[in-house]
């Protein structure tokens, strides 16, 4: 699915830690913001089934997304949306 022109890897690069399997993180990294750019809407359980990825791992990679300030969450958890930082 990484198929976002828009996003580049070496920007999300950082993000990762160095301990796992890098490649694979940052691809994971990479299709996440390509999710949430297409659709801000989804929900971390909706990421990780769309990835066939662990709900867990889902919400570390959006953790360490906003700890990086890639992306921003506007509105409640419930309700609310994702945000893109440039």
Do not use: C
């Not at 297409?38 to 906003?66: F, V």
């Amino acid at each position: 699915m990484n198929n976002n022109s828009n996003i580049d890897v070496a920007d999300v690069a950082h993000v990762v830690n160095n301990d796992a399997d890098v490649v694979d993180v940052v691809d994971n990294v990479v299709e996440v913001l390509s999710l949430l750019k297409e659709s801000p809407h989804k929900t971390t359980k909706q990421i990780a089934a769309s990835l066939a990825i662990s709900e867990r791992h889902a919400q570390r990679i959006i953790k360490k997304l906003k700890e990086s300030n890639k992306i921003h969450r506007i509105g409640s958890d419930r309700s609310g949306f994702w945000k893109m930082i440039e």
